[in-house]
């Protein structure tokens, strides 16, 4: 094996890792228009990755960005939508999110060739797409790249959220079954993880954060797999359950599904790190190979799921499996023990934003108390917010529709209409047609998305905290 590979096992890590690599971190100095036109630049042939990635390894990446705990709500998206709006809306939902992915990358390895760098993050594509955009709109760049780079960094904050609850939920379902005089609510549990995470956020160099991917990826294949076999036991009958729901739910059953399916945190360094990075895009490509999967598997849980728990179908399916089954007891608590494992890594992505921006100081004096210091107060932030809000379904789609469906969505329609302005936009101007639908789409379902979501987390926060909903149905 060539000492610039990386071996396949080491392909199947966190989005975080993937932050880090030196390859694809560049700053937006951005050289003039007339100057990118002297010769023809390829960025492929002046990326220096000290280990690039091979096509299987991007594969992996982006399977294990885009499969986590969103699949695990996909039945509790279908009872949303019902099993024929389901079905459809999941193939609808993934091809747009296929698609807009597709415009982020294509637009990153344009501007790279017109400002001559090897590479470019997402936040650096987006102000590099108004730089080399309409002449008006060129001032805009900096800002542009600096609130992609903090809603990049909040959107993490918030899946973290996502993450307290699902942990919570998960360890009082065990303890009420098999310890019932002991009465702890929902909030305290997710409380309870307060100490634990914040000590292990405090690890800063990811080499010592990889055993803890190692063992989350062992014990997800696991969950997956005990989880699928309680969902194919036994169906009932499809009959028995609503072929499309009402329509008043869709926009819990879409923002969910943007939720679980958006992946547009680890699209950039993925293919910046690609042996190959030519092969991410096109047919079959690394990108449309993964999204293909990636709708399949959701499609298949969400219906199934749906299918086997109905309306009782709650924000994680592995809440779900029987509560006599000693394995299924088990499953809940492996999967709230991969979660737990998941969080630092995922912290690392915020963090590293947050880094950067640390580095600016003009003296280092105090470093150290200043990054423990952070780290501490946005864990206590992200399981208070989370204890105030304990119901998984309704946070997951709450995340979903305000900051998934605008960065996975409503960025790139955007940074693909300000790029071509003035390249045009085909026949008919179908381009700017189809982005503004786009565009379209993703306005709705964050607000109908947040509306709902928030108007449900309003009234389990007005309830008293002995009557909290922790069913999540």
Not at 36 to 57: D, I, L, M, S, W
Not at 413 to 418: L, Q, R
Request: charged fraction near 15%.
């Amino acid at each position: 094996m060539s000492s610039k590979e990386k071996p396949v096992s080491e392909n199947f890590k966190s989005t975080a890792d993937l932050t880090s690599n030196v390859g694809f971190q560049s700053s937006l100095s951005i050289e003039s228009k007339d100057a990118c036109q002297e010769k023809a630049y390829n960025p492929f042939e002046h990326r220096q990755v000290e280990h690039p990635t091979t096509t299987f390894g991007a594969i992996a990446h982006i399977l294990k960005a885009c499969i986590g705990t969103g699949v695990l709500a996909m039945p509790a998206a279908f009872k949303n939508s019902g099993l024929v709006a389901g079905v459809i809306g999941t193939l609808f939902a993934g091809l747009v999110c296929t698609h807009t992915v597709q415009l982020v990358v294509s637009i990153s390895q344009k501007v790279c060739t017109e400002a001559k760098k090897p590479s470019m993050s997402f936040a650096e594509t987006c102000g590099a797409a108004f730089e080399f955009g309409p002449k008006k709109l060129r001032s805009w760049s900096s800002f542009v790249k600096t609130l992609i780079d903090y809603s990049i960094a909040v959107t993490y904050i918030s899946v973290l959220c996502v993450y307290v609850v699902f942990m919570g939920s998960s360890f009082k379902e065990v303890v009420d079954f098999y310890f019932p005089s002991v009465t702890i609510s929902i909030q305290m549990y997710c409380v309870l993880t307060l100490v634990p995470l914040a000590l292990l956020c405090q690890i800063r160099n990811l080499k010592y954060l990889v055993p803890f991917s190692t063992i989350a990826n062992i014990l997800l294949l696991g969950v997956f797999g005990i989880t699928l076999y309680y969902v194919f036991l036994d169906l009932p009958p499809i009959t028995d359950r609503e072929m499309v729901a009402s329509i008043t739910t869709w926009p819990l059953f879409m923002s969910t599904v943007i939720f679980a399916m958006e992946g547009i945190g680890v699209v950039m360094p993925v293919e910046n790190e690609m042996k190959n990075p030519q092969r991410f895009l096109g047919c079959p490509g690394v990108w449309n190979t993964s999204m293909v999967i990636v709708i399949s598997l959701f499609g298949v849980v969400g219906f199934f799921g749906y299918v086997q728990y109905g309306d009782a179908a709650k924000g994680s399916v592995t809440l779900n499996l029987p509560e006599d089954h000693v394995i299924a007891q088990a499953t809940k608590v492996l999967m709230a023990v991969v979660i737990f494992f998941s969080f630092a890594l995922q912290f690392y992505v915020p963090m590293e934003f947050i880094g950067r921006l640390l580095k600016s100081r003009q003296s280092n004096r105090y470093d150290n108390i200043i990054q423990i210091s952070i780290r501490t107060v946005i864990v206590t932030a992200v399981v208070g917010i989370a204890a105030a809000f304990p119901n998984l379904e309704l946070v997951i789609s709450f995340v979903g529709a305000i900051f998934f469906s605008s960065l996975g969505l409503l960025i790139p329609a955007t940074i693909d209409t300000v790029y071509n302005w003035d390249r045009g936009f085909g026949f008919l101007k179908y381009r700017l047609i189809k982005n503004i639908l786009i565009c379209i789409i993703s306005i709705v379902a964050l607000i109908s998305g947040a509306y709902v979501s928030v108007v449900g987390m309003i009234e389990d926060f007005s309830k008293e905290p002995e009557h909290v909903n922790t069913t999540f149905v």
